[in-house]
């Protein structure tokens, strides 16, 4: 499942271009040396660090579509990551789980917040693949896409401009895609339809909903 979500204001867009343009980045490697596939800059310092994913992440806590889409339970602290001219990110899938300073996030759930406007810069798509095919997705800035971490994906090479993203990967209190997916469908079947059904049907729904997730989930 795959979900594009508006997600940045645009004042909080600007405060991020502004602490990237400002900000000290390095090889993208120095968090995964091993991985020759990565070739972008990453955000080091951490207070900027700090700074800038309390932006992006206080927008995907108080979005109801993200919260609902994800069931998160944990999030890495998204990360500023550029690409210029020839930087690109070769397919890979993510790691299952992330080592952070304050616990370890299981990624079920990766997520790219677009920062930059799309005609800025040529190239730059996150290309997720499905088999033998693959989609694009390179989004308007404030737009976030979220997908799942064992897709296999890849960063197009830039090849004019520069592509400006931040990225987080999710832990999410439903890990099976299935499960995840029934449970966000029959929520929104009750939010949206709810009102319009029979009192009684409507409380049976919203039971047999919260039974499953509660059966299904970990916290
Ligand atoms: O920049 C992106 O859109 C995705 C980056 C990525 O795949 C990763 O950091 O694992
Ligand atoms: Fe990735």
């Excluded at 730059?124 to 404030?142: C, N």
Aim: aromatic fraction near 10%; include cysteine; hydrophobic fraction near 40%.
């Amino acid at each position: 499942m795959y979900r594009i979500l508006p997600l940045l204001e645009p004042a909080e867009i600007d405060r991020l271009r502004a602490i990237a343009a400002d900000a000290p980045f390095v090889d993208g490697r120095i968090t995964n040396p091993a991985n020759t596939a990565k070739q972008n800059l990453q955000l080091h310092d951490a207070k900027i660090y700090e700074q800038s994913s309390s932006i992006v992440r206080d927008a995907m806590l108080r979005s109801p579509e993200f919260m609902e889409f994800t069931f998160a339970t944990a999030l890495a602290p998204p990360l500023l990551t550029k690409y210029e001219k020839g930087m690109k990110y070769g397919t890979h899938g993510d790691a299952a789980y992330l080592q952070l300073p304050k616990g370890t996030v299981r990624s079920d759930l990766s997520c790219t917040v677009f920062l930059n406007d799309p005609d800025s810069y040529e190239g730059g798509a996150l290309r997720v693949w499905l088999g033998e095919g693959s989609m694009d997705f390179k989004l308007k800035p404030g737009e976030a896409i979220i997908y799942p971490s064992n897709a296999l994906h890849e960063v197009t090479e830039v090849t004019k401009g520069e592509r400006l993203v931040a990225i987080s990967f999710i832990q999410s209190r439903v890990s099976d895609p299935f499960k995840r997916h029934m449970l966000f469908e029959l929520g929104e079947i009750a939010a949206l339809e709810g009102d319009k059904m029979d009192h009684e049907n409507h409380m049976k729904l919203r039971f047999v909903r919260e039974s499953l997730y509660r059966y299904w989930s970990a916290l």
